[in-house]
């Protein structure tokens, strides 16, 4: 089914934060997006699209430092405070009274110390997909998971490790097989969203995580919320893959310590389950958002 889209524009700290909004206004609450890097852009979630055909607005937004929100040159910007307040304005400024709210990845761990920090009303679901409560357990779980990879691509990522050249050719090629291999791919087969070019939030990402996935260096290497986790009083529900850098052992330790918490592990999914196992994600959102509205 076609949906309208509407897109806008929020003012934020002097500059613009861009929304896409799906669907039309209906009794049921919208579902918010908060999309990974930071820096990565709103666009792999137009395959979510779909779910507006339920009468749910679907709501999206890039984060300030990336996409149609790009601002770079501000490396004093890129902290969690930034882009909790950005996720604060973009709720009263599109008067979001209800929402469910699905982070994925960093949007995940934004969802997260917003539950927790602010305490707002009106959220009425948590859906925490491939995201952490720990920078220092992903770090150690990313460690874990280079050693799949060959030892060649081993010992160049220990190289660059050892000597912080993240422009080494053959780090770049082992942070590509580790990206295929859990991560994401695309193909001629990929949905238009994933190919497309996007104007990613290099400097976003680099100060406000690090070089790579498994180097947390900037704003958010000391994100440690495992043990204040059981604040979180919206039922939450955790989706990972079986090949995903947010490792089962990541996601156990998030549903280890919410209370009221459920968990879907997708079979032979990476970071991008809605991707990978696009169909079945579908369905679990769905029945998941219908019984917790």
């Not at 995940?108 to 927790?116: E, K, L």
């Not at 900037?218 to 009083?233: A, P, R, W």
Request: aromatic content about 10%; glycine content about 6%.
């Amino acid at each position: 089914m076609n949906h309208r889209i509407t897109e806008g524009y929020m003012p934020f700290l002097g500059y613009q934060t861009y929304y896409r909004i799906v669907g039309e206004p209906s009794d049921k609450a919208p579902l918010l997006l908060l999309h990974g890097g930071p820096g990565s852009t709103h666009n792999y979630f137009e395959v979510l699209d779909e779910l507006a055909d339920t009468g749910r607005q679907i709501i999206s937004y890039d984060q300030i430092g990336c996409g149609n929100s790009y601002l770079d040159g501000h490396p004093e910007l890129w902290t969690l405070q930034t882009w909790i307040d950005e996720l604060m304005a973009i709720r009263e400024h599109l008067h979001l009274r209800e929402v469910h709210l699905l982070g994925q990845s960093w949007g995940a761990m934004q969802a997260i110390a917003y539950a927790i920090d602010q305490k707002p009303v009106g959220v009425k679901s948590l859906i925490l997909s491939s995201g952490h409560a720990s920078s220092s357990l992903w770090a150690s779980e990313q460690h874990r998971l280079i050693t799949y990879l060959s030892e060649e691509d081993q010992a160049a990522i220990r190289r660059a490790e050892a000597t912080g050249n993240w422009d080494d050719p053959d780090y770049l090629r082992a942070n590509d097989h580790y990206f295929d291999r859990f991560v994401t791919s695309t193909d001629a087969l990929s949905p238009e969203c994933l190919t497309r070019p996007k104007r990613a939030g290099r400097e976003a990402y680099l100060y406000g995580w690090g070089p790579n996935e498994y180097q947390p260096l900037g704003s958010l290497k000391d994100f440690e919320y495992t043990s204040k986790l059981n604040q979180i009083t919206q039922p939450t529900l955790i989706c990972s893959g079986t090949q995903d850098i947010c490792t089962p052992v990541v996601a156990a330790s998030l549903y280890e310590h919410i209370l009221n918490s459920r968990w879907h592990l997708f079979r032979r999914s990476r970071h991008m389950c809605f991707v990978d196992a696009h169909r079945e994600y579908c369905q679990v959102l769905t029945a998941w958002l219908q019984e917790h509205d």
